[in-house]
């Protein structure tokens, strides 16, 4: 009798699911036999690296697989019904109405031409379970359940006109129209700021709940996941590394993969020593303020930077932190104040600054993906700075390539003649680097470098990092918006928001009480490893609301 | 130029047709006094005769061998085709490119003149303008290249500012590149194919404007052999021919030669064009 019960509340069982992809005219399996149970009302954690075939496993369970990916063995059976070899007649029975999926990107995933409300209203309009008026109604409570500002009249509006996070939450809300048994989350919330994350997290785990939905959660975040999870599986190169207990996890991760995951975030450098009294700062922002057409980004900010050190820039997007960047590189000229690099006034747009002012202050860039030109081969991205600023040529060039391919961590050998598409994220990143040293310079603005890349390869780069700047005295700008990397790596913080400095001083002075109203708002919603930490966030923040 | 020698191992069987069709044609334009069994111009058989030996196509109203005439019409129609698509490609993907890359004043006012320069039919401005200079080659080449590089200097801006967007643009300016680099390095290589691509397909247009020229009279003047004439000139046979026997009827099929030998290249053109096109996105993979 037990056993039927168990079967009943099964929901989803994937036995030895195989998929393979094509790429280059052959099928590689990029999920190599994986087991997956989940029963109702249960929400599992998916987590890896990219490339670990989280998202695969997440479609697959709605039997669906991308172009030029298919299932090649193993079994998915949804609340019994086997999904693996199902016609599309019957898929499309289940999707939307049973199965739901919320994408990473919801501005992308919306039909920018239509209203968020019809959309809401298709899926179940189509499956035949509420009229159009019912689905509208229908589309209110769900809209306030999910806290969305004015639920009556937001869905209304097109997508343009509602901000990332609410767009997100809109989503949510659509994929529970019909009260689906299971909902597929891929990385809701990656694309979103801390402060928004946080209420997205909150509305999204209460409607779960509430309505005792199952739930696959796919995420690189384990602090995140961490809040949303019952059970946590790792997943790497299409392998389960291992799965259990969200709490067990955490605590008491078994596989090595696992443990080097969980301690990422624990990686700090070592101080730097203190500033000597009265040492003229390298480089000095006075009064800046910038526009873009008639619109302010940046008002009057004052910045100090001082030789071998790192300061780390914090804020949302939006706030004017990658702005600052393009005024100290010139690329935008301030309408009012100056930028100083060792007592000098730097002239307003790079085209005036002479190239031996422009060697010594590099940029590098987020998307290494877009930083590297596509064409050039890595001979070619390095090469060339060392050609231009120090006028290196033939074999001295070529030694210098190498050198500095060798202390970016790449074999030299291996990685001279390729092309970007030929390296991973991470590698692409450290060439980046490698040619902002190739320039020599003194001063290194990060803009959010390791934002785009998996946790583990960001670290080895925040590694890589501190170790430059320990071996050449180099001085970094890090421009970023996650505060994880700030504890890292910075000696002294700047939180900007909507283009004003709020608050600037010591890392340890802005991470200690007491903080400004901002700040703590950004530092309290940063997600942390502990399993209650949103209960207790929430529960703070609902107790100081009315106070 | 190796990364195409490798693709082409790949190339697919519809790209192989399109390139031993092009091999086939350029060969005749290249050793066509070599290949043709008789001169382009001269009278050299009774008018109108049927396809028997030695006119295995017949001869045209004035007795002139059309075999002969067809051959060396593919090196006056293709030579000149090639020679206005390469000059409206240099005109148009220069200004183009420095439209996207300088911006500014030169953007401006080069754009304005293509817009004035599209806003005209172009078959009515080349008729116009050829009337008035007169219809030399060179005069020909230049009014085509001319009309034709308005096309080609929009996609090339297009392009160009797509890629100018990109972040290695941002490093090569803060690094204080010359304009020289930037187009020929940083923004050449990678627009490359859709220029590739488009060079095929402006090469058919200019093909195709040189035959509608020539029909309408205004194109290369006779003597001179080449497929758009030769398509007017036998078109009128189509009424008067005789269907009753295969050999009167070959009179008849006469305007169908030039115009097959234009539909032929001009198809195996873009079956080449759209496997480059095929490469190209692939590669933004």
Redesign the interface.
């Known amino acids: 009798m037990t056993d039927t019960a168990q079967q009943d509340d099964l929901l989803l069982d994937i036995r030895d699911l195989r998929i393979e992809g094509r790429s280059g005219g052959q099928w590689h399996q990029i999920v190599k036999g994986i087991d997956l149970t989940l029963k109702r009302g249960e929400i599992i954690g998916l987590i890896g690296e990219s490339g670990a075939g989280k998202s695969t496993l997440g479609l697959a369970a709605m039997g669906y697989t991308k172009g030029g990916c298919r299932i090649s063995g193993g079994s998915i059976r949804f609340d019994g019904q086997e999904l693996v070899g199902a016609s599309r007649e019957q898929l499309r029975k289940l999707h939307g109405a049973r199965i739901a999926y919320v994408a990473q990107s919801a501005a992308a995933a919306f039909n920018p031409a239509f209203r968020l409300i019809n959309q809401y209203c298709e899926a179940p309009v189509r499956h035949g379970i509420m009229s159009r008026a019912q689905a509208k109604k229908d589309a209110v409570q769900l809209y306030r359940a999910m806290q969305l500002p004015d639920p009556e009249q937001i869905g209304f509006r097109y997508p343009h006109q509602v901000s990332g996070g609410q767009l997100q939450r809109a989503m949510t809300a659509m994929a529970m129209a019909c009260r689906p048994d299971l909902i597929i989350f891929d990385e809701p919330t990656t694309a979103l700021d801390v402060t928004t994350q946080i209420e997205v997290l909150s509305a999204i785990r209460r409607v779960v709940r509430e309505h005792h939905t199952a739930a696959i959660y796919i995420t690189h975040d384990l602090a995140v996941v961490a809040q949303m999870a019952d059970r946590i599986k790792v997943l790497l190169k299409g392998d389960e590394v291992e799965e259990a207990d969200t709490r067990t996890m955490l605590a008491d991760p078994q596989q090595d993969y696992t443990k080097s995951l969980w301690a990422v975030r624990a990686f700090r450098r070592d101080p730097m020593p203190e500033v000597p009294q009265g040492e003229r700062p390298l480089l000095q922002l006075e009064g800046i303020s910038a526009f873009y057409g008639p619109q302010k980004v940046l008002d009057d900010i004052d910045l100090t930077v001082h030789r071998g050190r790192t300061v780390a820039v914090v804020g949302e997007s939006g706030s004017g932190k990658t702005t600052t960047a393009r005024v100290i590189?010139?690329?935008l000229a301030p309408t009012k104040g100056v930028v100083r690099f060792e007592g000098v006034d730097l002239p307003a747009t790079?085209?005036q600054?002479a190239?031996t002012l422009?060697r010594r202050v590099?940029?590098i860039?987020q998307?290494a993906d877009?930083?590297?030109?596509?064409?050039?081969r890595i001979r070619e991205v390095i090469g060339?700075?060392l050609e231009?600023?120090l006028g290196l040529k033939g074999r001295a060039k070529e030694a210098r390539i190498r050198e500095l391919l060798t202390l970016i961590e790449l074999d030299p050998d291996e990685f001279i003649d390729r092309l970007p598409a030929e390296l991973s994220g991470g590698q692409k990143q450290r060439v980046c680097i490698a040619?902002a040293l190739a320039?020599e310079p003194e001063f290194i603005i990060c803009d959010e470098i390791t934002s785009a890349l998996d946790q583990l390869v960001a670290e080895g780069i925040l590694r890589l990092l501190d170790r430059l700047q320990r071996e050449m005295g180099l001085t970094y700008l890090f421009i970023t918006h996650d505060l994880a990397t700030v504890r890292s790596i910075a000696d002294e913080v700047v939180v900007m928001q909507g283009g004003r400095i709020v608050e600037q001083g010591s890392k340890d002075e802005i991470f200690s009480p007491p903080h400004q109203e901002y700040t703590e708002l950004l530092l309290s919603s940063v997600p942390e490893m502990d399993p209650d930490w949103l209960d207790t966030v929430l529960a703070g923040r609902e107790t100081a609301t009315p106070a | 130029m190796y990364y195409w020698l490798s693709q082409l191992r790949e190339a697919p069987v519809s790209a192989w047709i399109g390139i031993v069709l092009i091999g086939f044609f350029s060969i005749l334009a290249i050793f066509a006094p070599l290949i043709a069994p008789f001169p382009e111009i001269a009278v050299v058989g009774p008018q109108y005769h049927a396809w028997a030996a030695p006119h295995y196509l017949g001869t045209d109203g004035l007795g002139r061998d059309v075999m002969s005439r067809l051959i060396f019409g593919a090196r006056n129609t293709v030579g000149i085709a090639l020679a206005t698509t390469i000059l409206a490609f240099l005109l148009g993907g220069i200004t183009g490119l420095l439209a996207a890359t300088l911006g500014g004043w030169f953007d401006m006012i080069s754009s304005r003149i293509v817009d004035i320069l599209m806003a005209i039919p172009s078959l009515i401005f080349a008729l116009m303008i050829l009337t008035i200079t007169g219809t030399s080659v060179l005069s020909l080449i230049l009014v085509i290249a001319v009309l034709d590089s308005t096309r080609v200097y929009r996609l090339s801006r297009a392009v160009a500012q797509d890629i100018l967007t990109m972040d290695y643009i941002e490093v090569a300016r803060m690094r204080g590149e010359g304009l020289p680099w930037l187009i020929r390095r940083e923004v050449l290589p990678n627009a490359a194919a859709p220029l590739i691509a488009e060079f095929g397909l402006r090469f058919c247009f200019v093909f195709l404007f040189i035959s509608a020229l020539s029909f309408l009279g205004l194109g290369l003047q006779p003597p001179t052999a080449d497929w758009g004439s030769m398509v007017r000139e036998s078109a009128k046979l189509i009424s008067f021919a005789n269907f009753s026997t295969w050999q009167t009827a070959t009179f008849g099929l006469a305007p169908l030669l030039p115009a097959g030998a234009i539909a032929l290249l001009t198809v195996a053109v873009n079956l080449v064009v759209d496997w480059v096109l095929h490469i190209s996105s692939g590669l933004k993979e």
Do not use: K
Request: glycine share 4%; charged share 20%; proline share 12%.
């Open positions: 590189m010139g690329l790079s085209r600054r190239p422009q590099q940029m860039h998307m877009t930083a590297l030109n596509p064409r050039h060339r700075p231009f600023f040619r320039a």
